[in-house]
């Protein structure tokens, strides 16, 4: 029987306003658990004047009554996390109830420094990471190599993986990468102070949510990334490196798939990709139209400040994205950055060598794609400071009824600012079904 349990996932390249729409919907629940990812991604939460970015932490930190659990398939940098519950103290934030997973893998500063060789070897043929370390990282894990929370926490143990780790990583530093190897003592004197600091942080966390399931507590699952990012169905290899996609939860929490309920999708009103890889409706051919968007919608990474490559929606992508997901809610973000455009386009099916497809391919990289494009009039006004549905612009609503169409999908809540309370219930029903549930 499906619990008490809420899913939300990026529906695109990440960066699709996910920590305001886990704010928002945090405030009715008892946790907020993240299942995937590490301090590689960045969730934004604009409260009047202050900005709280989150790389670790779940977002329903802001409410002092929500339990925060960094869950089993996150891989946590203790110095990043310990960094950023630091940062939320200063801002007058309560992070005592922020939780870790002894499941959970450490990223170590070996981890990093592959990441940035890595990078560095393959030239111009980059990922484009953000060298923190989240894919090394996962490969330990996968590698049966990796030190957990747990490990991390026993001394003698993580002495004995710690050692077994150098040796390996110190030969592939200078036989693979020429670099210098790294001290064994100077890691563990620093990682056991880390340790110290979040000891008391440490939970069994599938034993918690399990309890909570059975408590009938109200649980919010947050995803980082997104789904195009996701390791087996995302734009492969320009992907993260875990399962950003809801059959994530289950494998990143220890949660029974029968105990999730309502899979609510993010997707910003356009898109925008970070780094490397393929993206079809990406604006190259108007400097002017992809600045605007670009700075509209300040599209620069909460991790790395990189500018976000910027295109049109891309509703093929989309449509995959919400299938794979299951998704049964979706929410549009950032459609204030498309007031007062001319026109606005959307991708409704791509060309690739002449062949007209509808759906989205498991291999886009290396192959020529046109995009077979809708043209839609756009709104000449602002719309920011509009609280309902009805008062918006008709081709405002026009292009909101022409992407539920095509998705054959209710779109529930329009956000139209960064800040908390800048939203449009689009349809009241479907939203108070899922604030109460």
């Not at 946790?31 to 779940?58: A, E, T």
């Not at 109830?97 to 990093?112: D, E, T």
């Not at 791509?350 to 886009?364: A, K, M, R, V």
Request: glycine residues 8%; hydrophobic residues 35%; aromatic residues 10%.
């Amino acid at each position: 029987m499906p619990s008490n349990t809420n899913v939300i996932v990026g529906l695109q390249w990440g960066d699709e306003g996910k920590g305001k729409i886990t704010d928002l919907l945090s405030r009715n629940s008892d946790y907020v658990i993240r299942y995937q990812g590490g301090n590689n991604s960045g969730h934004s939460i604009h409260i009047k004047n202050r900005y709280f970015i989150l790389h670790l932490i779940p977002s329903g930190v802001i409410y002092s009554n929500v339990k925060c659990i960094i869950g089993p398939g996150v891989v946590i940098d203790p110095k990043s996390l310990i960094h950023e519950i630091q940062n939320l103290k200063l801002m007058g934030i309560d992070p005592s109830n922020v939780f870790l997973s002894k499941r959970a893998h450490v990223i170590m500063p070996y981890h990093r420094l592959l990441d940035k060789y890595k990078e560095e070897y393959l030239g111009k043929n980059f990922i484009g990471t953000t060298r923190c370390g989240i894919g090394p990282a996962y490969e330990d894990k996968i590698g049966r190599m990796g030190i957990r929370i747990i490990d991390f926490l026993d001394p003698k143990i993580f002495s004995k993986k710690l050692k077994n780790n150098i040796i390996i990583k110190n030969k592939i530093f200078q036989k693979i990468y020429n670099k210098p190897i790294i001290s064994y003592e100077s890691i563990y004197n620093e990682y056991i102070e880390y340790a110290k600091i979040l000891n008391h942080r440490v939970i069994d966390a599938v034993y918690e949510i399990q309890k909570a399931l059975k408590n009938k507590k109200k649980i919010l699952f947050e995803g980082a990334q997104a789904t195009l990012l996701d390791i087996d169905y995302g734009t492969y290899p320009y992907v993260t490196t875990s399962s950003s996609t809801t059959g994530g939860v289950c494998i990143g929490s220890g949660i029974p798939p029968s105990f999730l309920k309502n899979f609510i999708g993010v997707t910003k009103s356009y898109c925008t990709r970070v780094g490397n890889g393929p993206f079809p409706t990406e604006i190259i051919d108007n400097e002017l139209i992809r600045d605007k968007i670009r700075n509209k919608g300040n599209e620069y990474g909460s991790t790395t400040k990189r500018p976000r490559r910027c295109g049109w929606l891309d509703l093929v992508a989309l449509k995959y994205s919400c299938e794979i997901n299951g998704i049964n809610y979706l929410i549009i973000t950032k459609l204030d950055v498309l007031s007062e455009f001319d026109y606005i386009k959307v991708c409704i099916q791509y060309n690739i060598n002449g062949n007209q497809i509808n759906y989205f391919p498991s291999n886009l990289e290396n192959k020529k794609i046109n995009c077979i494009w809708k043209k839609l009039n756009g709104w000449k006004e602002k719309i920011s400071h509009i609280r309902e549905y009805e008062k918006l612009p008709n081709n405002c609503k026009n292009y909101i009824n022409f992407i539920e169409c095509y998705l054959k999908l209710k779109i529930v809540l329009l956000s139209i600012g960064s800040e908390r309370n800048q939203n449009i219930i689009k349809d009241n029903y479907l939203f108070h079904k899922i604030f109460s549930m």
